[in-house]
């Protein structure tokens, strides 16, 4: 036998591992902590497929499983992580885990009781799932030391900052055309002056520059929370990234979140201030737009008047439901099917959508995970809470996968 025939039998006389043995070996190894994490953060924040078909309504399956393959695998990953028990869970994220659950079996209860038509499963299978992203993102990040995880974010954050940078690109490229098709075919959308902010915030990515603009605040949320590893000009370029979603909601978010950080003494009292103004001047304009009559909002600004009708709808649905509604809400994603639009502002998402007990469960969620940093609270939940009062739903894995990451940086730390 030659000497290259026994090399060959030596190499298959040896013992193989399993493929799962050997996936369960890899994913348990402390030095591949870093990997999933990037993963997960990556396929929360980028996805895989253009996210919004504009011009073809008669979604077919397959289209919406390509249009959601990112989530898809998202989610796969994540229970593939707490499956396979490779994570140290600590008390707050196993709490968090049963909370996610318990969030879920609300939802189906409240899908099953609404009178929605057509109801939206969907929104509500995802919405725990997407919660889970959370849990598992803090269990990953906590296994790094500080130093480590510092290092490893912040080249997370180029590679996030160059896909939101051809965002950008793309949706002032394809927006306008998208918009004039739109409008040649439905006829019913607002041209001239009152256009000329739309035609640019219907982002390829993602189904509204809205969205965009809520991603790019989780992400400068994590800059500034990193802010030792990340260089000055990538928070400008990130924050000029928010500008250009002309997202408003979004872009006062930003400078309040910024505020935030260069007044971090005095960050109380401006949450507070905040806590004090917002509910007033909602309360107020709400007024004006009830007394005003639709019409005057809608010849101004026809997506700022949308949230109004869309709390005025609430106030009435609320007003005629039982009990059991009022507890568990309609089920996430239905206010479409109720309303007839669907529920961009977070107090109708709480109010309605997830009920009394699922806003106190989704609230203890997000407690459980941030309860030991300050960063968390102030330079991500409360940015996303004010820029919630326009475009916010519960399919913003983004968020759940920050807050997991940010939850992880203890106040000493």
């Known amino acids: 036998m030659s000497a290259a025939s026994r090399a060959i039998n030596a190499v298959l006389a040896k013992p193989r591992r399993h493929p799962v043995g050997f996936a369960v070996d890899a994913l348990s190894h402390p030095l591949d902590a870093k990997a999933m994490l990037a993963a997960i953060i990556f396929l929360s924040f980028v996805p895989l ?67 929605a038509d057509p109801k939206n499963y969907v929104m509500p299978l995802a919405f725990p799932f997407f919660l889970l992203v959370g849990s598992v993102a803090y269990a990953l990040a906590i296994r790094l030391d500080s130093r480590t995880r510092a290092e490893y974010v912040a080249k997370i954050v180029d590679g996030l900052l160059a896909f939101f ?16 098709a739109l409008y040649t075919a439905y006829n019913d959308l607002p041209s001239g002056a009152v256009d000329w902010i739309y035609r640019y915030k219907m982002s390829v990515f993602f189904s509204d520059s809205n969205y965009a603009g809520l991603a790019l605040l989780c992400l400068t949320a994590i800059m500034l929370s990193f802010r030792e590893r990340v260089r000055t000009r990538k928070v400008v370029l990130a924050y000029a990234l928010i500008l250009a979603t002309l997202s408003r909601a979004a872009i006062f978010a930003a400078a309040c979140q910024f ?12 949450i507070a201030a905040l806590v004090m103004v917002c509910p007033i001047a909602i309360f107020a304009l709400l007024r ?43 089920g996430s994603g239905n206010t479409q099917g109720v309303l007839g639009i ?22 203890a969620y997000m407690w459980l995970l941030s309860k030991r940093s300050s960063r968390a609270v102030y330079l991500l939940i409360v940015p996303v809470l004010i820029a919630g009062f326009a475009a916010i739903d519960t399919s913003i894995p983004y968020f759940y996968a920050a807050l997991g990451l940010l939850g992880a940086m203890k106040d000493q730390q």
């Open 49 to 115: 497929t253009l996210g919004f078909d504009y011009l073809n309504l008669q979604h077919n399956v397959a289209q919406r499983i390509a249009q959601s393959s990112t989530q898809i695998l998202l989610i796969g990953l994540s229970l593939l992580v707490l499956a396979i028990g490779c994570m140290k869970f600590s008390w707050e994220t196993g709490c968090a885990v049963l909370v996610s659950f318990c969030i879920g079996a609300l939802q189906l209860l409240a899908v099953a009781y609404n009178q």
């Open 165 to 180: 940078c051809l965002e950008c690109v793309s949706r002032y490229a394809f927006s306008p055309f998208v918009r004039a």
């Open 259 to 270: 505020l935030i950080y260069k007044l971090w003494r005095l960050r109380r009292f401006i």
């Open 288 to 330: 004006i737009y009830v007394s005003a009559g639709p019409e005057s909002f809608q010849q101004i600004d026809p997506s700022f008047a949308s949230k109004f009708l869309i709390l005025q709808g609430m106030a009435g649905l609320l007003s005629n439901a039982d009990f059991l509604q009022r507890l568990v809400g309609i």
């Open 342 to 363: 669907a529920a961009h502002d977070v107090i109708a998402v709480l109010a309605l959508e997830l009920g009394l007990l699922g806003s106190v469960l989704t609230a």
